[in-house]
């Protein structure tokens, strides 16, 4: 079943599949890989929303796909009641289904110097990133912050494929001490890169944006709202004052509209639509 809003096609049908994978990085940390019925078309930086049946349906950054064996691979922090069901529930061969994929993800640039900037699961999306970038023929480089070494998961994923990756925690048991803007300030130089990609708590993809946009550097970001229906309908994670729609004109956005979004950085709504300070963790 499809249904066009806003010129864009919809897909509402939902497409079933199988865990196919399971592993815990760090406590709180779900790495899920899911072997799909039907084949998806995502783009990096495009979310699903998973239904997980009597449980309740939400929304997850794809962070990476194989179309030759139709997997789909999320990452999931356990943070409420559906992801604490998946945490302690879900096991391998169960039988789950989701709709998308949805929303605006990356632009995936070529023959570029790209610099991917993430923050504990703000992670998730870039994967699927990378393998794109690389495959446009773009040089890409990662920087991983983490609150504590406890926390570091994912590492060798981006090693793996990245051309330089640095890990920072903010008490420095793990990799270089400080923040992922500390080592954007004093270990790489941002004028060199062509694009900048960042994803993790807000205030620090305001600063991340803000650097970029001190030194004329192209900058996109991923946001993270309450989302019910991640169609556009709903209104749940719209932005002021603007009106845009992080489900549909997002998750990701441009510094050139982030610059003129309020709600940046301040605020987002409940699930009663009330506009409510950004959460800190």
């Known amino acids: 079943m499809r249904f066009c809003v806003s010129s864009q096609v919809v897909r509402l049908a939902y497409i079933k599949g199988r865990v196919h994978g399971l592993n815990k990085p760090i406590e709180r940390v779900l790495w899920c890989q899911i072997k799909l019925d039907e084949p998806l078309k995502p783009e990096p930086g495009q979310f699903v929303m998973l239904w997980i049946p009597g449980q309740g349906e939400i929304p997850l950054s794809i962070s990476d796909y194989s179309v030759d064996e139709g997997i789909l691979e999320l990452v999931i922090a356990k943070v409420g009641k559906v992801t604490t069901y ?15 994929p949805y929303g605006r993800g990356f632009s995936v640039v070529r023959e570029s110097t790209c610099l991917i900037v993430a923050g504990g699961c703000g992670l998730a999306p870039f994967p699927f990133l990378v393998r794109k970038l690389l495959e446009a023929r773009s040089s890409v480089d990662v920087i991983l912050g983490f609150k504590t070494a406890s926390e570091v998961f994912h590492v060798a994923k981006f090693v793996h494929l990245a051309r330089r990756t640095f890990v920072a925690t903010d008490d420095g048991s793990y990799g270089l001490k400080g923040t992922v803007v500390d080592v954007i300030k004093d270990v790489v130089d941002i004028k060199g890169y062509d694009i900048v990609y ?21 900058c996109e970001a991923s946001l993270e709202r309450y989302m019910k229906c991640g169609i556009g309908i709903c209104g749940a994670c719209v932005l002021d004052p603007l009106g845009l729609r992080v489900c549909r004109d997002g998750p990701v956005f441009s510094s050139t509209i982030l610059a003129l979004i309020e709600d940046f950085g301040q605020s987002w709504r409940d699930h009663c639509g009330r506009k409510i300070p950004i959460p800190e963790s």
């Open 86 to 100: 998946i945490h302690e529930r879900l096991k391998e061969g169960d039988l789950v289904a989701l709709r998308g």
């Open 198 to 218: 960042v994803c993790g708590k807000e205030k620090m993809m305001k600063a991340v944006v803000d650097l970029c946009r001190e030194h004329n550097v192209r």
